[in-house]
């Protein structure tokens, strides 16, 4: 079988304001992965909008945590949003979404299909609720 998605830490996915909504569980985890008090990560690297949390973005509308030369600075504690890329509902719903996700992002296959695609998202959202 082959794998339907595969991150290649390219940074595609880290670009867009206001894609990066984080619950309490990612505020504690960013926070004591950057050693920080959460009311200080909040200050310093989040916004509310709409009543909820987001990551802000910088001046090349990129996720504060992304850098060009190393890519995601918080990786191991990365949020949802980015765990669970691309098995979004948009994806999940309609295969044209998922063939123009496919040109954006190098890390989704393009030798699988659109099925296989649904059924390894199930196993992982199975897996990772």
């Known amino acids: 079988m082959k794998k339907a998605f595969e991150c290649k830490m390219c940074g595609a996915c880290c670009y867009g304001k206001g894609g990066i909504i984080i619950d309490s569980k990612d505020l504690k985890n960013i926070s004591r992965f950057l050693q920080i008090e ?3 990560f909040m200050d310093e690297f989040c ?3 709409h009543g909820k949390i987001s990551v802000i973005c910088g001046p090349d509308n990129a996720c504060i945590f ?3 030369g190393k890519g ?3 990786h191991p504690v990365k949020p949802e949003p980015c765990r669970r890329w691309p098995f979004y509902p948009a994806l999940l719903k309609d295969p044209d979404n998922w063939e123009y996700a496919k040109d954006a ?3 989704i296959s ?3 299909s659109y099925k296989e695609f649904i059924k390894q998202a199930q196993q992982w959202l199975s897996s990772n609720s």
């Open 38 to 40: 959460e009311k200080e």
């Open 110 to 112: 393009r030798d699988c």
């Open 47 to 49: 916004e509310i909008d």
């Open 66 to 68: 992304y850098d060009e």
């Open 72 to 74: 995601c600075l918080i």
């Open 105 to 107: 992002c190098p890390g």
